[in-house]
């Protein structure tokens, strides 16, 4: 079992910073990839980044590229979401989420954070 949970969110004015953190505890040795999601209303839930195990690795939806840069600290247990140039359209719930490996299989079980809310005003 592991257990998420994001922090450091709020509103900022476009073209601002914000930093998002995500603790995980409990079964942390088995994370593999950790990413962020966010889901603005009335719209699906869309990818945003995601990080490798070593944090060598880092992929971006296109919206975000350039902007936001995600990082993670394995002897902490975290991971991070650096947002810079905020936009009114980047205002939505941004959630953890990270893959854990089963121990005795090759199982992989996705979790996710309760969400944080990222408000970025005009």
């Known amino acids: 079992q592991v257990q998420l949970k994001e922090s450091g969110g709020g509103l900022v004015q476009a073209g601002g910073s914000l930093r998002l953190s995500c603790a995980a505890s409990?079964?942390?040795?088995?994370?593999?990839?950790m990413g962020w999601f966010r889901q603005a209303p009335g719209k699906e839930r869309e990818f945003v980044a995601g990080i490798s195990r070593s944090g060598g690795t880092t992929n971006y939806s296109d919206s975000v590229k350039g902007r936001f840069t995600s990082s993670r600290d394995n002897a902490k247990n975290m991971v991070y979401l650096q947002m810079n140039s905020l936009k009114p359209e980047d205002t939505a719930v941004y959630y953890c989420?990270?893959?854990?490996?089963?121990?005795?299989?090759?199982?992989?079980?996705?979790?996710w954070g309760q969400g944080i809310q990222v408000t970025v005003s005009s």
């Open positions: 409990g079964r942390t040795f088995g994370i593999y990839a």
């Open positions: 989420n990270v893959w854990l490996k089963d121990s005795d299989s090759y199982v992989f079980r996705s979790y």
